[in-house]
């Protein structure tokens, strides 16, 4: 079993910066392969994506945080990343990040990271 591991959350001003990490407990030889992405859940509303990126090198973002958050990827490391910039109090939610992989049928998700921005 492949168990995927958050960090970086915690408590930041508006405008503040946080780089959350998300990595296997295990490398994967076919880490390249999977479909990376990153999901949000604010306090009574739904879970909600946030960032992909995709085996074929595309990022995507939702139009909430575009110009703002940013994900990137390692296959060495097999570590995926969500760079955020100008946070704002409505980003406030547990993090989740997640990794599929359409050709084996796998769905792998972490336990999620606190993300609050407050002053």
């Known amino acids: 079993q492949v168990q995927l591991v958050e960090s970086g959350g915690g408590l930041v001003q508006p405008g503040g910066s946080l780089r959350l990490s998300c990595t296997t407990s295990?490398?994967?030889?076919?880490?390249?392969?999977?479909?990376l992405g990153w999901y949000r859940q604010a306090p009574g509303k739904q879970r909600e994506l946030v960032a992909t990126?995709?085996?074929?090198?595309?990022?995507n973002y939702a139009d909430s945080v575009k110009g703002r958050f940013t994900i990137s990827r390692d296959n060495v490391k097999n570590v995926v990343y969500l760079q955020m910039n100008n946070l704002k109090p409505e980003d406030t939610a547990v993090y989740y990040c997640?990794?599929?992989?359409?050709?084996?049928?796998?769905?792998?998700w972490g336990q999620g990271t606190q993300v609050t921005v407050s002053s």
């Open positions: 990126h995709t085996i074929n090198n595309r990022a």
């Open positions: 997640n990794a599929q992989s359409p050709r084996v049928d796998a769905d792998y």
């Open positions: 295990r490398r994967l030889h076919i880490f390249s392969l999977f479909n």
